[in-house]
């Protein structure tokens, strides 16, 4: 069998492989916790990939200096891979 889809094949899979072929959106999320709203932190923020770590850069902020953490919050970005973020 032709691994290429042909027009006489149900529409279903016409349209998956043409799913399949097109160029993906190539966007990154990340998430960034401000550290300025607490201290002069000469970074600025700390930006994480998985939501979790972020979490868990909070949580042993939390455990040195709870009310320094109760300030913080994660902001998720979404950056274009490539472009001027």
Same mark, same amino acid.
């Given at each position: 069998m032709s691994?290429?889809?042909r027009t006489s094949e149900p529409p279903s899979?016409?349209?998956?492989?043409?799913?399949? $072929?097109?160029?993906?959106s190539q966007q990154l999320i990340v998430y960034a916790v401000? $550290?300025?709203s607490t201290s002069d932190d000469p970074f600025?923020?700390?930006t994480f990939l998985r939501r979790e770590d972020a979490e868990r850069f909070?949580?042993?902020?939390?455990?040195?200096?709870?009310?320094r953490a109760?300030? $913080?919050?994660?902001?998720?970005r979404e950056?274009?891979?490539g472009g001027l973020n």
């Open positions: 691994p290429i889809a899979c016409v349209a998956v492989m043409r799913h399949a $072929l097109e160029p993906r401000d $550290l300025r600025g923020e700390a909070i949580e042993g902020i939390r455990d040195d200096d709870p009310e109760s300030y $913080l919050r994660i902001e998720a950056l274009e891979v």
